[in-house]
Nanobody
Framework: QVQLVESGGGLVQAGGSLRLSCVAS????????MGWFRQTPGKEREFVAR????????YYAESVKGRFTISRDNAKNTVYLQMNSLKPEDTAVYYC???????????????WGQGTQVTVSS
């Protein structure tokens, strides 16, 4: 059974930093894009950052480019999202996702974590 488990969310002041982690288990993720999405109440889930299916390229939403960094530790089956210079508009539930040859649309992803809340106070 595939599991994606996020951690690392919390409350932080504007300008602060958080690092989210996503531990993947249950299958081989070769050919799978690993990514992060976020969602706020009343809005659609939006793309934040991802690796390409090969793991060699990274992609970011314009709103987080230069502030967020996605990274991975293959030995630990873990994907990270380092978030710096956080803004109140970054407040959301952040989800880790895995999708076979997926791009940046949420509909392309097959597996999702339970989400972790990030709250940025002004």
């Amino acid at each position: 059974q595939v599991q994606l488990v996020e951690s690392g969310g919390g409350l932080v002041q504007a300008g602060g930093s958080l690092r989210l982690s996503c531990v993947a288990s249950g299958r081989t993720f070769s050919g799978y894009s690993m990514g992060w999405f976020r969602q706020t109440p009343g809005k659609e889930r939006e793309f934040v950052a991802r690796f390409s299916w090969s793991g060699q390229n990274t992609y970011y939403a314009e709103s987080v480019k230069g502030r967020f960094t996605i990274s991975r530790d293959n030995a630990k089956n873990t994907v990270y999202l380092q978030m710096n210079s956080l803004k109140p508009e970054d407040t959301a539930v952040y989800y880790c996702a895995a999708g076979y040859y997926a791009g940046s649309r949420g509909s392309e992803y097959d597996y999702w974590g339970q989400g972790t809340q990030v709250t940025v106070s002004s």
